[in-house]
């Protein structure tokens, strides 16, 4: 039967239902000839490549080759005046680099702030540091002299310039011996006196650097007269050609008069300084830093040498009765008598170190360096094993305090039981590995005089010191020698 009927000029043309299934299935057979073909197509010119390329491979290669002679022969004809002056810009952009970082926004806009560091209590804000009076710190006066109350009443350091001298390069310290970095600055102590040195006794004798005038760390003998006439002292360091120096503020006229401000360099500091366009004056200041210039360092190892005031001032300074360290990363920004009022004087207290704000544990800290490669695994766990074999617990506090301490700034009276403390603790950073923060505790631990120790949080630290970070690496002091 018709479906329906077309009229044409008077021609009529009849279509059925059958003959439309019919073209339908001739449509569909055209569109897959029309997919086969051009499917056959690409295979045709994927063959014909892969033919081209077996047939003239060794064309090709040699084509390459030829055309990467001619790059090496266009560079190698050259003029040498233009290499020269390539590698020339390498090193002096180099240079660049060592004597110039790149400005930190960050550390920028940190430098030179006053403003103090709030915390909340109890819904309101208040201070960190509570601070006395401007009117007050004015006329602000240093303890009077008292005996020592403790057990320790007197410290007597071990020296070896009654032995005799060898010869040779007065920085021993590059020959480590039995196998530590003990030398003729440090002395060799033993195992055997190293434990006989924890003993707190009326007079304690132990070993404590410049055990020889033959051991380095030689200061000039103006810059020995400065630090002798100082009674108060803020100090700080920068050896191979490490961080900027940062002038302190915020302090009272009456600390202008009463404190020395000191930061220890060496010829390499000076050198990078200097560069920068960073003199020392006539009288030896920068600023309100008296510059000393070292000679000699004693160890290879910058980190190390850096311990030497940070830990030592009490030999460094032999009259002075109050000291405060200060890292090179940071900017001391409160007033040094202040300071003393209220972190040792108001509290009663010999020391005070901040409590670490990321961990309680010194052996969650021993995890923490090896895992930022601050040392090797095989250094620590030497050190560790020593410390669980002498008992070391592993708790996160200590006579109810943290147990782990973050060292950046130090206050401390230079008494018989401080003088101590950091000769115990400088001998460890000597003996095992330079990261002091592990080596604190333990000391601490074994002296039994956390009563005395004041641990301050870290929002006290962060009202201290402006920090700003560590603006270049210093460069180990192996890498100068060698070039001699």
Not at 112 to 124: S, Y
Not at 149 to 168: M, R
Request: hydrophobic residues 35%; charged residues 30%; aromatic residues 8%.
């Amino acid at each position: 039967m018709s479906s329906s009927l077309f009229n044409d000029s008077g021609v009529s043309i009849p279509i059925s239902d059958d003959d439309s299934d019919e073209l339908g299935r001739m449509r569909v057979r055209v569109r897959r000839k029309r997919k086969k073909s051009l499917h056959r197509v690409n295979n045709e010119l994927t063959r014909r490549v892969v033919r081209f390329f077996m047939k003239y491979w060794m064309a090709l290669v040699l084509v390459f080759a030829i055309g990467l002679l001619v790059f090496e022969a266009t560079r190698i004809g050259r003029k040498p005046s233009m290499i020269v002056k390539t590698e020339q810009d390498k090193v002096t952009s180099q240079l660049k680099e060592f004597k110039r970082p790149i400005p930190d926004k960050k550390s920028d806009s940190t430098l030179n702030r006053l403003d103090p560091v709030m915390k909340i209590v109890h819904g309101v804000k208040e201070p960190c540091l509570k601070m006395l009076p401007p009117e007050e710190l004015e006329n602000l006066d240093l303890p009077m002299n008292k005996e020592s109350s403790g057990p320790i009443k007197k410290v007597v350091y071990l020296s070896g310039n009654d032995l005799p001298y060898v010869g040779g390069n007065s920085t021993l310290s590059q020959q480590p011996r039995e196998g530590t970095r003990f030398n003729l600055f440090t002395g060799i102590q033993t195992f055997d006196q190293r434990e006989e040195s924890f003993k707190v006794k009326e007079t304690a004798e132990i070993h404590c650097g410049f055990y020889s005038e033959h051991g380095g760390f030689r200061i000039s003998d103006e810059d020995k007269i400065y630090m002798q006439n100082c009674k108060v002292v803020v100090s700080t360091c920068a050896f191979g050609g490490g961080d900027d120096l940062y002038q302190p503020i915020g302090m009272s006229k009456a600390s202008l008069r009463k404190v020395c401000y000191v930061a220890f360099w060496d010829e390499v500091t000076r050198a990078a300084q200097e560069s920068e366009g960073h003199n020392i004056g006539d009288d030896g200041f920068i600023g309100k830093w008296r510059i000393v210039v070292v000679k000699d360092l004693p160890f290879t190892d910058q980190r190390l040498n850096g311990k030497i005031p940070k830990m030592l001032a009490h030999r460094l300074f032999p009259q002075v009765k109050f000291s405060i360290w200060v890292d090179s990363k940071s900017q001391f920004r409160r007033d040094p008598l202040g300071v003393l009022e209220a972190l040792l004087w108001r509290t009663n207290s010999v020391l005070a170190i901040s409590e670490h704000g990321a961990r309680s544990s010194v052996y969650d800290e021993a995890k923490a360096v090896v895992r930022k490669n601050k040392a090797t695994p095989e250094e620590v766990e030497v050190q560790l094993t020593q410390y669980r074999h002498d008992g070391l617990p592993e708790d996160k506090r200590f006579s109810g305090k943290k147990a782990l301490n973050e060292a950046s700034v130090i206050v401390r009276e230079h008494w018989p039981v401080t003088n101590m403390l950091m000769c115990l603790w400088f001998n460890e950073v000597v003996r095992f590995t330079s990261r002091d923060q592990l080596s604190f505790p333990y000391v601490l631990w074994r002296l039994k005089v956390h009563e005395k120790i004041n641990m301050f949080p870290v929002c006290i630290r962060k009202d201290l010191v402006n920090t700003i970070g560590h603006v270049r690496k210093a460069k180990p002091l192996k890498s100068f020698l060698s070039a001699d």
